[in-house]
């Protein structure tokens, strides 16, 4: 069952009044994942991944979590983040994954914590060969807590 620009409508409306704090896992270019603790407001949303426009999507239709992203992130001079295979597409800048409640942004369960910090663990560095893009996984060989 995927997400349609109408929630995502409701949310970001929801959002301009704020509606309390929330535990999100914020992802930066070139570093492990880390859990935040914000305000759940587009100001705060704007402030930490350094934009004035977000999106947000919903490319793990199992799990109730969104990405949330710089609207604009591709257009910057802002460096690669993380590559995500579901979206066919790299992400720049910094960027959030967040739970989902019935009509807005939630915190993110301690169970989705563990496994997408599991998964973004490893920064990626991005490569342009030959008009082609690769990504290098920049393992330092720790692991999460």
């Known amino acids: 069952m995927g997400r349609t620009a109408e929630d995502a409508?409701?949310?970001?409306?929801?959002?301009?009044?704020?509606?309390g704090r929330?535990?999100?896992l914020l992802i930066k270019p070139m570093e492990h994942p880390h859990v935040v603790d914000i305000e759940n407001s587009l100001k705060e949303f704007y402030r930490i991944l350094d934009c004035d426009c977000i999106t947000a999507t919903y490319p793990?239709?199992?799990?109730?979590?969104a990405l949330v992203t710089d609207d604009n992130g591709?257009?910057?001079?802002?460096?690669?983040?993380r590559?995500?295979?579901?979206?066919e597409q790299p992400i720049k800048g910094n960027f959030f994954i967040c739970g989902?409640?019935?009509?807005?942004?939630?915190?993110?369960?301690?169970?989705?914590?563990r496994k997408y910090t599991e998964r973004f663990w490893v920064p990626e560095a991005f490569v342009?060969?030959?008009?082609?893009?690769?990504?290098?996984?920049?393992?330092?060989?720790?692991?999460?807590?």
């Open 100 to 113: 989902l409640g019935e009509e807005d942004f939630a915190e993110l369960s301690e169970d989705f914590i």
């Open 83 to 87: 590559y995500i295979p579901e979206l």
């Open 9 to 19: 409508a409701c949310r970001l409306g929801n959002r301009e009044r704020g509606l």
């Open 22 to 24: 929330m535990k999100v």
């Open 128 to 145: 342009s060969m030959f008009g082609q893009m690769a990504v290098i996984q920049m393992d330092d060989g720790t692991k999460p807590e």
């Open 74 to 81: 591709m257009f910057t001079e802002k460096p690669f983040s």
């Open 60 to 65: 793990w239709e199992a799990d109730a979590v």
